[in-house]
């Protein structure tokens, strides 16, 4: 049985950090990419950032580049995700994803398979 867990959701000022981590049991991690979502309250779930499985390639959504960095520790089995300078508009569940290849790193969340629970995250102004 596949499951994600993730951990470091919280409240944070505006311009602060928070590191989301998500583990992944059931499944050989080191074979498939990672990827984060979020969904604010009364909008869709969006794409925030994806990691291949050998780390060699990342991508993230506009309105995260620059600020969030997606990392992975295929012997901890984790995903991380590194959020700077926060915003009142970053406020969302996150959700971690395990991708359905090794390579793919694309926003589709159809190309995911497996997904956390999520966590919240809350910026305040």
């Known amino acids: 049985q596949v499951q994600l867990v993730e951990f470091g959701g919280g409240l944070v000022q505006a311009g602060g950090s928070l590191r989301l981590s998500c583990v992944v049991s059931?499944?050989?991690?080191?074979?498939?990419?990672m990827g984060w979502f979020r969904q604010a309250p009364g909008k869709e779930r969006e794409f925030v950032a994806a990691?291949?499985?050998?780390?060699?390639?990342?991508h993230y959504a506009d309105s995260v580049k620059g600020r969030f960095t997606i990392s992975r520790d295929n012997a901890k089995k984790t995903v991380y995700l590194q959020m700077n300078t926060l915003k009142p508009e970053d406020t969302a569940v996150y959700y971690c994803?395990?991708?359905?290849?090794?390579?793919?790193?694309?926003?589709?969340?159809?190309?995911?398979?497996?997904w956390g629970q999520g966590t919240q995250v809350t910026v305040s102004s």
């Open positions: 994803a395990t991708g359905s290849l090794g390579y793919y790193t694309g926003s589709a969340a159809a190309e995911y398979d497996y």
């Open positions: 990691i291949s499985a050998s780390s060699s390639g990342t």
């Open positions: 059931g499944r050989t991690f080191r074979t498939y990419a």
